[in-house]
């Protein structure tokens, strides 16, 4: 018999593509999580489909309680940088976190930012590195502060995506899509700060 996590994310996919569909789903994380937390159980499945795509593609597809259920590409993420992306996506969603473009405040995180690149790429022109989003989060249920900045710097005819701000700095590689990076940094910063 199903569980209840993989039955809930058939019944969302069915209902976001097409009822008759047969999704093969595999269990790749679930935990519990005790406390005050907002996600107290989660669990996360992958699954092939051509939904949307011309070829084959894997997705993953999130089921937290509470929380909404929601799929993603693979992206090239791990389970954890998904389920990253996801705790951002429902902050953002539901108003818990505002995104803004950079400005002239943000002058010391695009120190931050090359000297990261300084460190990860060595050689590339660091007057090319931008910050494209800064992301900010005051979450009173659990006491958590975060601020998250992404940019890219485009070196060797390939850009690469980082995030700065609190803690952790991360430099991405072209793998990761460009649509999870903000989510992915943010959610990794959030996490990071005891949000997960």
Not at 17 to 32: E, H, I, N, T, Y
Not at 41 to 54: C, K, L, Q
Not at 148 to 175: A, K, M, Q, T, Y
Not at 180 to 187: K, M, S
């Amino acid at each position: 018999m199903a569980s209840s996590p993989e039955r809930r994310a058939l019944r969302y996919l069915r209902l976001e593509f097409q009822p008759q569909r047969d999704f093969r789903l595999v269990r790749v994380k679930s935990w519990r999580r005790s406390g005050a937390l907002w996600w107290r159980r989660s669990a996360i499945f992958r699954f092939d489909s051509d939904v949307g795509e011309r070829s084959t593609k894997s997705y993953y597809v999130v089921v937290p309680t509470p929380g909404a259920t929601n799929y993603y590409p693979e992206w090239g993420l791990t389970p954890e940088q998904v389920w990253n992306v996801h705790m951002a996506t429902e902050l953002l969603l539901y108003g818990m976190a505002a995104s803004r473009a950079p400005g002239p405040s943000d002058a010391e995180h695009l120190a931050q930012a090359r000297a990261l690149v300084r460190s990860e790429l060595p050689g590339a022109e660091l007057a090319r590195v931008t910050l494209d989003q800064v992301t900010h989060v005051t979450d009173r249920r659990v006491g958590i502060e975060a601020r998250s900045i992404v940019g890219h710097v485009d070196h060797g005819g390939v850009r690469r995506w980082f995030g700065v701000g609190d803690p952790p700095h991360l430099l991405f590689g072209v793998e990761v899509h460009p649509d999870a990076v903000e989510c992915l940094h943010f959610g990794t910063v959030y996490a990071a700060r005891g949000g997960d």
